[in-house]
């Protein structure tokens, strides 16, 4: 029977909290008779420190809490040999040890808080700007890094879309002349927003800019103006005129 390497491949959770090392797998070589012939050694990343085997069983635990943010996986070597003479049984061989993530980093918002402007009367739906959040945990493993956006503040003048973030307008003829700027508190939540999911949040500050929306107005609209000039006035002479003003600053 070809000889060769038995094991599954190696992971480790991380932020174990435990007292004991942490189990991590067995390796094992289908020459071992169980009866201590064999001796199993461990090198590469962390052997000896972060990772321990037990020569003569080939089980291998973990003795410290590991971060799968700082360092993702180790590379391990392998190697079984003859107790007594020393030679190897087995190759050696390469393994990973790779660090199961974790919820344990809530989502940022790298660039906020946010300042932008929109026209005053700006259409419902109208984009105001995309806010974005990272989530250093695994995106490849569960939801841990998977992020949807809402408003906490804000409503009922804007809305968020929850899987872009992209911040639309939710009411029609906003007016600068009513109110010129808003605050709003966005949110960002892992876990695709389920119980549990860890969340940041980051401020957008929106300023109406204007539009010319207002006609202009006689400051005196109830009264009556008169003006009387001779009829002898030629061009360029002094007469009373009529200012008009406007709202608008």
Known sequence: ???????????VLEEYTGTDPLYVGKLHSDVDRGDGS???????????????????????????????????????????????TNKPVEPLSEFIVKIQDINDNEPRFLDGPYVTSIPEMSPVGTSVIQVTA????????????????????????????????IIRTALP???????????????????????????????ITVTLS???????????????YCFFIKANYTSNSHCDIVLLGKVKQ
């Not at 029977?1 to 992971?11: A, D, E, L, S, T």
């Not at 989530?135 to 939801?143: E, I, L, N, Q």
């Open 1 to 11: 029977m070809k000889r060769g390497w038995v094991w599954n491949q190696f992971f």
């Open 38 to 84: 064999v001796k199993y050694i461990l090198s590469g990343e962390g052997a000896g420190s972060i990772f321990i085997i037990d020569e003569s069983t080939g089980d291998i635990h973990a003795t410290k809490r590991l971060d799968r943010e700082e360092q993702a996986y180790y590379a391990l070597r392998a190697q079984a040999v003859d107790r007594i």
């Open 134 to 165: 990272t989530d250093a945990d695994d995106p490849t493993y569960g939801s841990s890094a998977r992020v949807v956006y809402s408003i906490l503040q804000g409503q009922p003048y804007f809305s968020v879309e929850p899987k872009t973030g």
């Open 173 to 203: 003829n906003m007016d600068r002349e009513v109110k010129d700027r808003y605050l709003l508190v966005i949110q960002a939540k892992d876990m695709v927003g389920q119980m549990g999911g860890l969340s940041g949040t980051t401020s």
């Open 210 to 224: 204007d539009v010319n929306d207002n006609p202009p107005h006689f400051s005196r609209s109830k009264e009556l």
